[in-house]
T-cell receptor, first 117, second 114 residues
Framework: AQKVTQAQTEISVVEKEDVTLDCVYE???????LFWYKQPPSGELVFLIR??????QNEISGRYSWNFQKSTSSFNFTITASQVVDSAVYFC??????????????FGKGTKLSVKP | DGGITQSPKYLFRKEGQNVTLSCEQN?????MYWYRQDPGQGLRLIYY???????QKGDIAEGYSVSREKKESFPLTVTSAQKNPTAFYLC?????????????FGDGTRLSIL
């Protein structure tokens, strides 16, 4: 069965600190997608990144970077030089891949990040 | 503006009452989804629709119903059979169900019991 575990329920950092959000997943499939979404206090989910299981290259986008390691079934998210605007709940999600397309999303329980000035 | 519109933002339900949450999109997306979010929990899938006039149960469909009569609209009814309806409800869309595009979400509706 598919499962996504975000062991960190809440993290609090001071502005300009680096912070890493952990995500560990379980799936029996060899082909799947991994996602990160951000949920600010206003409530909507904002898509951040999608990674497929065949692409283990790390990705950097500004202050955000993602480390995908199939060997440990992890897809961790690092924010460098955190800012108050980064305060949000961050969700990791997994979808399997059926017949050439994505299946439904399975979400972790989220990590609430608080960045204090 | 293009996007996903959920209304109302806040909704109150009396005991034994059915209420309907609206989700409208002008993105011309085929697939639409309803999720429920409880405090400290991830999102759980209630129902989804791949195309007009088709929908499928998700993981927690009991006590909910949907319709998909138009491509733009996917309303969710929370029936009196749903004994614990207080939650945050999110609607999402995706271009085509069999595409590899990510899901995009609306702003959500917060439902409470009076």
């Amino acid at each position: 069965a598919q499962k996504v575990t975000q062991a960190q329920t809440e993290i609090s950092v001071v502005e300009k600190e680096d912070v890493t959000l952990d995500c560990v997943y379980e799936t029996r499939d060899t082909t799947y997608y991994l996602f990160w979404y951000k949920q600010p206090p206003s409530g909507e989910l904002v898509f951040l990144i999608r990674r497929n299981s065949f692409d283990e290259q790390n990705e950097i986008s500004g202050r955000y970077s993602w480390n995908f390691q199939k060997s440990t079934s992890s897809f961790n998210f690092t924010i460098t030089a955190s800012q108050v605007v980064d305060s949000a709940v961050y969700f990791c999600a997994l979808s399997e891949y059926y017949g050439g397309s994505q299946g439904n999303l399975i979400f972790g329980k989220g990590t609430k990040l608080s960045v204090k000035p | 503006d293009g996007g996903i519109t959920q209304s109302p933002k806040y909704l109150f339900r009396k005991e034994g009452q059915n209420v309907t949450l609206s989700c409208e999109q002008n993105l011309n997306h085929d697939a639409m989804y309803w999720y429920r979010q409880d405090p400290g929990q991830g999102l759980r899938l209630i129902y989804y629709s791949q195309i007009v006039n088709d929908f499928q149960k998700g993981d927690i469909a009991e006590g909910y119903s949907v319709s998909r009569e138009k491509k733009e609209s996917f309303p969710l009814t929370v029936t009196s059979a749903q004994k614990n309806p207080t939650a945050f409800y999110l609607c999402a869309t995706r271009g085509q169900y069999n595409s590899n595009q990510p899901q995009h979400f609306g702003d959500g509706t917060r439902l409470s019991i009076l």
